[in-house]
T-cell receptor, first 111, second 116 residues
Framework: KQEVTQIPAALSVPEGENLVLNCSFT??????LQWFRQDPGKGLTSLLL?????REQTSGRLNASLDKSSGRSTLYIAASQPGDSATYLC??????????FGAGTTVTVRA | DTGVSQNPRHKITKRGQNVTFRCDPI?????LYWYRQTLGQGPEFLTY????????KSRLLSDRFSAERPKGSFSTLEIQRTEQGDSAMYLC??????????????FGSGTRLTVV
C-alpha cells in the first residue's frame, strides 16, 4: 500500500521568500505525481502533474521535481505572495488509477 | 464545459437520515472517482467508475454507502442512516481514458457533510 508523507505539516514565511515543500512516497512504481492546492473549505485545484518519465514540471512561479528512485518530489514556489497561503497536497497515482495523498503542508505567507 | 460540478456544496443532516450527493464530471472523461476528506487529512479513495461500471470500492465504504453512475454520465453517492462519523468533505474527480491520464485528475469543489 502506497504511503505518502509531506513534511513539514505547516510553514509560515514572510512575503517574497521562496517555498520548498517536500513529498515522499514508499512505492516507486507510480504512473505520475500530482500537486494540488486546497483553500479552506474548498475542493482541490491541480497545480502540476509530473509523469513518471519526467524529472520536473514548471508553471509560472511553480516548479515541481520528481525522483522516483528515492521516492521524493519537491514543490518550489518562488517569491511567495500572501495569495499563496493554502494547503498543498501531493498525490501519487499507481497502476490501479487511484491517487494516494499526503496529509498536506499548510502554508502561511505573511505580508 | 466548466469542470467537475458537485451539488450540494454543503449539507447538514440529522443522524439517521439519508443523504444523496451528485457529481457531474467533465463530459469527455470516462473515469469518475469519489474521495472522502476529514479535517487535517488528505483525501481517501472511496470508489471508482469507468463509464457506468463501478470497478472498485474501498473498505472505507460500508454497506450504508452506495454509488451509481447511470449511463456513464453523472454520479450519485448516497449515505443511508447517517452517523456523526460520516461528517467529512466528499470530493468527486474525473479523468480521461488515456493511460496514464496526461492531464491527471480534475476535482470538483466538494460537498461538505455535517451530521448533527
Amino acid at each position: 500500500k502506497q504511503e505518502v508523507t509531506q513534511i513539514p505539516a505547516a510553514l509560515s514565511v514572510p512575503e517574497g521568500e521562496n517555498l520548498v515543500l517536500n513529498c515522499s512516497f514508499t512505492d516507486s512504481a507510480i504512473y505520475n505525481l500530482q500537486w494540488f492546492r486546497q483553500d479552506p473549505g474548498k475542493g482541490l485545484t491541480s497545480l502540476l502533474l509530473i509523469q513518471s518519465s519526467q524529472r520536473e514540471q514548471t508553471s509560472g512561479r511553480l516548479n515541481a521535481s520528481l525522483d522516483k528512485s528515492s521516492g521524493r518530489s519537491t514543490l518550489y514556489i518562488a517569491a511567495s505572495q500572501p495569495g499563496d497561503s493554502a494547503t498543498y497536497l501531493c498525490a501519487s497515482q499507481g497502476n490501479d488509477y487511484k491517487l494516494s495523498f499526503g496529509a498536506g503542508t499548510t502554508v502561511t505567507v505573511r505580508a | 464545459d466548466t469542470g467537475v460540478s458537485q451539488n450540494p456544496r454543503h449539507k447538514i443532516t440529522k443522524r439517521g437520515q439519508n443523504v444523496t450527493f451528485r457529481c457531474d464530471p467533465i463530459s469527455e472523461h470516462n473515469r469518475l472517482y469519489w474521495y472522502r476528506q476529514t479535517l487535517g487529512q488528505g483525501p481517501e479513495f472511496l470508489t471508482y467508475f469507468q463509464n457506468e461500471a463501478q470497478l472498485e470500492k474501498s473498505r472505507l465504504l460500508s454497506d450504508r454507502f452506495s454509488a451509481e453512475r447511470p449511463k456513464g454520465s453523472f454520479s450519485t453517492l448516497e449515505i443511508q442512516r447517517t452517523e456523526q462519523g460520516d461528517s467529512a468533505m466528499y470530493l468527486c474527480a474525473s479523468s480521461s481514458r488515456i493511460d496514464p491520464p496526461e492531464e491527471g485528475y480534475t476535482f470538483g469543489s466538494g460537498t461538505r457533510l455535517t451530521v448533527v
